[in-house]
């Protein structure tokens, strides 16, 4: 089963990333950009063919590694 | 010889390649990001560093800045450019040379001297090597795991575009001694026409025998020869 | 507003200092009052706790151009150059987000030091860990490191130096401490005294954010349905934006239009605009709308208190805003004029107009509480070891538990993730007892250490403090630098419990001494209390950071061996004191008895003399003797080359263990030619230097006759494969 | 409008992140995961109300600046 995480900053975080990005797409004259912020993007498959049981390892695996829960949030999605 | 130096917001080792210019006798200009036309000059260094702090990918906004717009133009009138480091990841983000640097296999960021051996010393960067040299040379980079597609490869080997390779001491290349991943142990290549030269390892830090070796400077008699 | 006695607590004041607020205003602050009093008045900031004992501290000194008190210390170094250095702690952060309190540890001690004017030169660092086994320590060593490498890496500053250990003291509490080094001109050096009336207030750097507002979140929890939103955020650091900034402030340097500048560290704008003001006797009005900011609706509370990095504050000269801004503008930072010098005395804070805050600058500063807090002296435990009793091991044996310990491995792991090269002066990387910087485009160099002995400092503070100063100093004079001046950072436990207040007590007093005696004064620093948890505190950690001065730099000396059949040269007497040793911690698991003694008399006389050998260029190689004794001194000059020693056993008949893995002060190992050896014979004699010949080098081999024999490459495979499989 | 855009290595392109989180994933005892590649993760607002030409803008960011073509892939997606 395969799914995808998203991982991204907390609200309020500094996000110095999304700000150098956000800066330079202005200056190249997309000034409708309003806001623009970076996280980070997982394909993971597994193999486990309960959906739930799939979606616990997932979790897990985001806890223990793929995220810093002090600073992001994160989303799994089935693909 | 006229050499120039790009300075991007971020770049941290313009000054120490501007001191080992100034050292070879060349007359260097410092050349802010935001011009919009370059001094006449036989060479333009892009130098090592983080510019735009790489928060994107490595050179990539420095890629889009307005200097490379004639830094691109020079290149085709065939004037010598040189990307170190951060300088070889812009380079390669401009398009000017192909392939792609990603993250170190280890990811972590690595600076320690190591060994590379001269593949083809009959460029107007590397006249004064031996073929076949070895030199010891300082890296410090977090993304030199240099990366291109099959074809591309094979045309760098037949070609004779591999400037440099990762090597041990006694010149052998090997996994053991890739540091970063690279294919083929890949330090540095040339474009086609070879008036372009992007490497990881950092040439400037190796011209003064009371910090390092000088196993750099021949880069820079080559050029003035 | 009411303020409630939780909200008082959650904000870390105590009910009588909440009192004593009262009477300063003559009458109750409102929450935005009583948040800047609980930023001002923390420990932190206030040094309440240490301010009596601080002041004992020596610093003064030929050398010295500003000592203690500014964002960082300055010595002078000869023509017109001086070199502006401090170090900071950073604790608590990086316990909680290893990277991120890292790297603004980083961050924040640069700053300390480029707002003095000085180009950052040299970063060092610190850092201690709970036991390699304990369930965190992994992680949070890998954090750190590369939130230090991430930081120093990016804005293009060589970490040349460092140390880190393992104890368990630490499992709860790591320590991360970090120090810069910059070089400034001695006529262009900036304060952060505020001058004249009407003054422009101005922000550069970064926007403000939620970032690390302390108190904040629980109080604000009492008042706000939304509390979650606002819970206290961790400092993110940007070290590009300060590559930025940095470039900016130097830049705006060159000219003559910054009055005082200081930045914007714990307390953010709040300490920033009291120090400034304070020290200058102004008063200072800002007007908070006009701050960058960059979240939403952010409160006067939270500009006032957030930690967000990256940010300066500038008085400028009049009529110079325009020019200054233009600097600000090429760099693409903020700039804006926030607000005014006054004569009120007061800090006023306006938001639209309305006045929400107005406190005597005194109240903050120099009203700030100060506490002699009890303390006691610790009782020495004069445990004698007997070898006798102990289970017999072969010297072969503990040397290699030594050198393949946590504590001693070699740490490439760690300072191969540093970029030290950068900025082209690095002359002598990690890996000797201080790094070498040459100042640029001269001769002369400097050379950097620090140093910590904590368990030393554990089991007699007063020794310990002595100790590590000379430690200190020794490392730079191993390298052939003539030592100048400190910076310290005092990591200790809780200061309302009076034993850990004696460990303070007592480890600054064995500071004073030695730096009073040996001509090294303390020029700044940082004190970092309360480490440790559930009434577990830390072993006293303090941190020496010293600097050194090379004259004229002919070669970078360092501690590998350099020639086949040259002479070598025990300087200092051995006496076999293996009482707190790293041959009876790692062997025996023991940490009883005292430290080894401290003779400051022969410290100088053995560190100056030697001084004389390195100048005369006589000393091939040189290292100085520590944790692990002679022996492990002998084996880290073998290490990293194809030379190793023959030593002889002792002539006097002594026990071999306490011999060579006693850990006796004072002491250094020389590598001379063998046509020199009258010549550094006759010096140390007549300086009265007590030395031994204890060998010659030789090829591949490090051995001590009749004893054992390693090849180097065993002793380098036993030395680096701790990290390795970590 | 608010847009997120997953960028993706190409498939033969070596992921040196990915590999290393999957290893250490299975080291920590995760055995069932099969495959993990990691890629980034944009959060886009545009001030931009009518959705095709919103989309159009964010195309533009990826092919100008976000994306590097040569080994990676993006999607785009309404949030
Ligand atoms: N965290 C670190 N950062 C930089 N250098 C370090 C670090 N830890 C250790 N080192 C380097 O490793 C070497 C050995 O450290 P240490 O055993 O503490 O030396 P010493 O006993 O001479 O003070 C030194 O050169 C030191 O600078
Ligand atoms: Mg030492």
Redesign the pocket.
């Given at each position: 089963m395969k799914f995808s995480v998203t991982v991204t900053l907390k609200k309020d975080v500094l996000d110095p990333q999304g700000k150098v990005v956000q800066n330079t797409l202005i200056n190249m004259g997309m000034d409708y950009l309003k806001n623009i912020r970076q996280g980070k993007h997982f394909e993971i498959e597994v193999d486990e063919e309960n959906q739930l049981e799939a979606e616990k390892k997932i979790d897990e695996m985001c806890k223990k590694l793929l995220v810093n829960l002090i600073i992001e949030n994160y989303k799994i999605t089935k693909i | 010889m006229k050499s120039t130096v790009i300075v991007f917001p971020g770049s941290n080792c313009d000054r120490d390649i501007a001191v080992a210019l100034e050292r070879m006798q060349f007359k260097n200009q410092m050349v802010w990001h935001k011009e919009t036309t370059l001094p006449k000059s036989d060479l333009i260094v892009i130098p090592g560093g983080f510019s735009y702090g790489d928060y994107l990918r490595s050179g990539a906004i420095a890629g889009k800045s307005l200097i490379i717009d004639e830094v691109i133009k020079a290149a085709k009138s065939g004037c010598l450019i040189l990307g170190i480091c951060n300088g070889f990841q812009i380079l390669t983000e401009t398009g000017l040379l192909k392939g792609t640097l990603l993250r170190n296999k280890n990811l972590k960021f690595i600076n320690k001297d190591i060994h590379i051996r001269v593949f083809n010393s009959n460029t107007k960067f590397t006249n004064k090597y031996k073929s076949n040299q070895i030199l010891k040379i300082n890296i410090a980079h977090n993304e030199g795991n240099y990366f291109t597609d099959v074809k591309h490869l094979e045309k760098l080997k037949s070609e004779n575009l591999i400037a440099f390779r990762y090597c041990d001491e006694k010149g052998n290349i090997n996994n053991n001694c890739n540091p970063n991943g690279s294919l083929d142990n890949i330090a540095g290549i040339f474009n086609d026409n070879k008036n372009i030269l992007g490497m990881m390892p950092h040439p400037e830090r190796m011209v003064d025998e009371m910090i390092a070796n000088k196993d750099g400077v021949n880069l820079f008699s080559s050029l003035i020869n | 507003m009411n303020i409630s006695n939780k909200i008082i607590e959650n904000h870390g004041l105590k009910i009588e200092e909440f009192e004593n607020i009262k009477k300063l205003l003559k009458r109750e602050p409102n929450l935005l009052e009583l948040g800047i009093f609980s930023a001002m008045w923390n420990e932190h900031c206030s040094y309440k706790s240490s301010r009596i004992h601080l002041k004992k501290l020596p610093t003064k000194g030929k050398q010295v151009i500003q000592g203690p008190g500014e964002n960082a210390g300055v010595i002078d170094i000869g023509d017109n150059d001086a070199i502006v250095f401090k170090i900071e702690s950073h604790n608590h952060p990086s316990y909680i987000e290893p990277y991120q309190g890292a790297a603004t540890g980083v961050g924040g001690i640069l700053r300390d030091v480029f707002t003095m004017g000085a180009r950052p030169i040299a970063l060092?660092?610190?850092?201690h860990f709970g036991s390699p086994e304990h369930a965190k320590t992994k992680s949070l060593l890998n954090g750190v490191?590369s939130g230090?490498g991430g930081y120093g890496n990016c804005i293009g500053i060589p970490?040349?130096?460092?140390?880190?250990?393992f104890n368990e003291t630490y499992n709860e509490n790591i320590l991360v401490n970090a120090m810069a080094v910059g070089h400034a001109l001695k006529d262009k050096i900036f304060y952060s005294k505020a001058k004249g009336l009407n003054k422009s207030v101005v922000y550069v750097g970064s926007k403000t954010g939620r970032d690390g507002i302390h108190g904040a979140s629980m109080a604000s929890a009492e008042f706000d349905e939304n509390s979650e939103e606002k819970k206290p955020t961790v400092q993110v650091g940007d070290p590009f934006t300060e590559k930025l900034l940095m470039e900016a402030c130097l830049e705006l340097m060159k000219d003559n239009s910054i009055i005082s500048i200081q930045d914007m560290g714990a307390a953010g704008l709040t300490s920033s605009s009291v120090e400034m003001a304070s020290k200058g006797g102004l008063g200072i009005e800002l007007e908070l709308e006009k701050i960058p900011c960059r979240e939403e609706n952010m409160t006067p509370y939270e500009i006032m208190l957030s930690e967000s990095q990256e940010r300066m504050l500038i008085i400028l000269e009049d009529g110079k805003e325009l020019e200054a801004k233009k600097i600000f503008d090429k760099w693409d930072l903020d700039f804006v004029v926030i607000g005014k010098t006054t004569k009120t005395n007061n800090l006023t804070l306006k938001y639209n107009n309305k006045t929400e805050g107005e406190i005597p600058i005194e109240a903050l500063a120099s009203k700030a509480p100060l506490y002699d807090r009890k303390w006691i002296k610790k009782k020495p435990k004069k445990i004698e070891i007997n070898l006798k009793d102990l289970k017999k091991i072969k010297i072969e044996d503990a040397l290699i538990k030594i050198l393949s310990s946590p504590?001693?491995s070699n740490?490439s792991w760690?300072?191969n993730q540093?970029d030290q090269s950068v900025m082209c002066d690095t002359a002598l990387?990690?890996?000797?007892?201080?790094?070498i910087i040459r100042i640029h485009n001269k001769d002369k160099a400097i050379a950097v250490?620090?140093?910590s002995s904590a368990n030393y400092c554990k089991s007699h503070p007063l020794t310990g403090g002595k100790q590590i100063v000379c430690?200190n100093w020794r490392?730079l004079i191993?390298v052939g630098a003539k030592p100048l001046a400190i910076t310290n950072c005092l990591n200790f436990g809780n200061p309302e419990n009076k034993e850990i207040m004696g460990e303070f007590a007592e480890c600054l007093e064995g500071i004073k001494e030695a730096c009073e005696f040996l001509n090294y004064p303390v020029v700044s620093g940082n004190v970092s209390f309360y480490n440790g948890t559930n009434k577990k505190n830390i072993y006293p950690t303090p941190v020496i950071g010293g600097v050194g001065l090379i004259k004229k730099l002919k070669y970078p000396l360092n501690l590998n061996f350099k020639k086949e059949n040259s002479i070598l040269i025990l300087i200092g007497k051995t006496f076999g004191h293996l009482e707190q040793s790293c041959f009876l911690k790692e062997n025996y698991s023991l940490n009883e008895g005292m430290p080894p003694e401290i003779n400051l008399l022969n410290e100088k006389n053995n560190g100056e003399s030697l001084l004389k050998l390195i100048n005369e260029s006589f000393v091939l190689s040189c290292?100085?003797i520590?944790?692990g004794g002679l022996i492990t001194a002998l084996a880290e000059m073998s290490i990293n080359t194809e030379f190793g020693a023959k030593i002889q056993k002792p002539k006097k008949l002594t026990n071999l263990l306490r011999y060579f893995f006693g850990e006796d002060q004072a002491r250094y190992v020389i590598e001379i030619e063998a046509i020199n050896l009258s010549k550094v014979e006759k010096i140390l004699k007549d300086n009265e230097v007590y030395y031994e010949n204890i060998g010659h080098t030789q090829k591949e081999y490090f051995e001590i006759e009749g004893e054992l024999k390693f090849s180097n490459k065993d002793l380098f495979k036993i030395n680096n494969e701790w990290y390795n499989n970590y």
């Open positions: - | - | 060092l660092n610190s850092i490191v230090i970490t040349v130096a460092g140390e880190t250990k504590n001693h740490k760690i300072t540093y990387k990690s890996g000797s007892d201080a790094a250490s620090v140093d430690e490392n191993a290292h100085d520590s944790s």
